[in-house]
């Protein structure tokens, strides 16, 4: 772990006094991002985001970059009660989206996935950013967070891990499509 891993460690501490009930669509905000609730009229920008055929070529939903298939996604987002977007602070302009999903106060985890980011913000400082900030608000509530990554989708695997996400385990989803399971855990 280097020191950046344990710096995201120690600011996504847990307060004793955090409340029980997890807000699935906080606003969050750092110098280079802000991250917001996804609202239906942000359709317009998220999809010209997301027409990029390339940023889905690992994905097991290759087809996403279609306008059809996109707004299957985008409208199971804006059903989720948990999809968020991210703004790059200095252009205001989206760049891309994330969700909070499966909540188990019992297990104390929850799931963030369904990440995409415009290719001009890869290269892992936007990623790092946005996963930090949601870490931080999930850590207030719980102990693990899951993210569930396609098996060939090694862009995705290499950002996790770079993150501080273990490889767990795999399962099938309801529709026979395997994920990796990673987790991270808040000490």
Known sequence: MDNNDKTMKQFCGRSDDAEKNFNFQPHLKSELI???????DDFTELYAVASDPF?????????????????IFFRDALNSKGALVV?????????????????????????IGWTFLARSHWGGTYNKELKRLMLAH????????????????????????KIGGVLSGERQDANGLKSLIYRIKNT
């Not at 802000?34 to 239906?40: A, G, Q």
């Not at 703004?87 to 799931?111: A, C, V």
């Open 34 to 40: 802000e991250i917001r609730p996804l609202k239906e």
């Open 87 to 111: 703004i790059d602070n200095k252009t205001n302009r989206l760049i891309g989206s994330s969700r909070y999903h499966d909540y188990k106060e019992e297990r104390k985890e929850i799931e």
């Open 138 to 161: 999930a850590f207030k509530f719980v102990d693990t967070a899951i993210f569930l990554v396609g098996p060939n989708n090694f862009r995705s695997q290499r950002a996790v891990e």
């Open 55 to 71: 940023i889905w070529k690992q994905h097991p939903q290759k087809n996403r970059y279609k306008e059809d298939e996109f707004r």
